[in-house]
């Protein structure tokens, strides 16, 4: 049985255009996901990938539990998402981290509904803050920390209460494209550690490449499932990361691949742009 299932997965919101708004009976919705089927199994990194306005986010939303969906359902371990939930740990573009609270103190308050004792809340953070390469960091304030090292310390929150399944919504979009690197090898490197079910999105082609063994390409308005395509980049045991592997003859092919995807779809998507401003 696969972990998370999407099954015929639909969402619409009201539209708020005045023309429809007069008339009650003319209310018109808009579709942001329609009938989207995707399978993930336990332990698979899977990259969804599309551009901006899809849907992403909303489908991200949906399997976080923050959301429901209009029809169709999303069933994890077999059981329908009926709300958020400590199986699932979520982490987003920006670091929704409390200013007010240092780093271990930061990753503590992700240990306070698990019901640990306050000692273990404090030797599971620091043993997460290790995780992400922050040791000596425990007791600086987010603003004390840069962008990379806050969403580290997002990500080890997200983490120490051992969740499943990680969801991450652009997760490093707002940083550096070093930093962006540094941090796509220690999510595949904790993803190895940890044995996770993650889901990442982004707009970003090489960054889906060089994460995914699944990529989930979606097209626009309304978002749907245009293929998924699996990414084998060889066996990465062997130790080539970063640039052996983003310059290898197979990332090419499979940048190549979802960029043709893609590319199809912004140019639809601006199609029907045109088609509404001229209506
Ligand atoms: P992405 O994350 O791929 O950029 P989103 O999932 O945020 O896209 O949004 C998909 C579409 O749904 C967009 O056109 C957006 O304007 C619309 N949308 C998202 N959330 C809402 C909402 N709460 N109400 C109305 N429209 C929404
Ligand atoms: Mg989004």
């Known amino acids: 049985m696969a972990k998370i ?25 808009f579709t942001a996901l329609d009938g989207i089927d995707l399978e993930i199994e336990a332990g698979e990194f899977v990259v969804v990938v599309g551009p901006s306005g899809c849907g992403k986010s909303t489908l991200l939303d949906l399997l976080g539990g923050l959301t429901r969906p209009t029809s169709g359902r999303i069933l994890l371990d077999g059981e329908p998402v009926t709300g958020p939930g400590l199986d699932r740990g979520i982490v987003f573009q920006q670091y929704a981290l409390l200013p007010w609270r240092t780093a271990l103190g930061n990753i503590e308050f992700g240990l306070e509904a698990t019901g640990a004792t306050r000692r273990q809340r404090t030797e599971r953070a620091r043993e997460f803050l290790d995780l992400v390469g922050l040791t000596g960091f425990e007791d600086r304030h987010p603003h004390e920390l840069s962008g990379g090292m806050r969403q580290r310390v ?3 929150r997200s983490l ?6 990680l969801l991450m919504d652009e997760p490093f979009a707002a940083l550096d494209a070093q930093t962006r690197e540094s941090l796509q090898d220690e999510l595949r490197r904790i993803w190895q550690r940890t044995g996770k079910t993650i889901v990442f999105i982004t707009h970003g082609i090489e960054e889906a490449v060089y994460l995914g063994q699944k990529v989930a390409v979606i097209t626009s308005r ?23 592997l983003r310059s290898s003859t197979e990332f090419a092919r499979h940048r190549h691949e979802i960029w043709t995807l893609l590319h199809d779809e912004v140019a639809r998507a601006r199609q029907l742009e045109k088609e509404e401003v001229a209506v």
């Open 160 to 165: 120490a209460y051992d969740p499943d399944v």
């Open 154 to 156: 997002a990500i080890a």
């Open 5 to 29: 299932v999407f099954d015929s997965v639909t969402k619409t919101f009201p539209t708020k255009d005045r023309k429809n708004r007069r008339n009650r009976s003319n209310r018109q919705e």
């Open 222 to 244: 309304p978002g749907r499932v245009k293929e998924v395509v699996r990414v084998d980049l060889g066996d990465r045991a062997t130790g080539a990361t970063g640039e052996d």
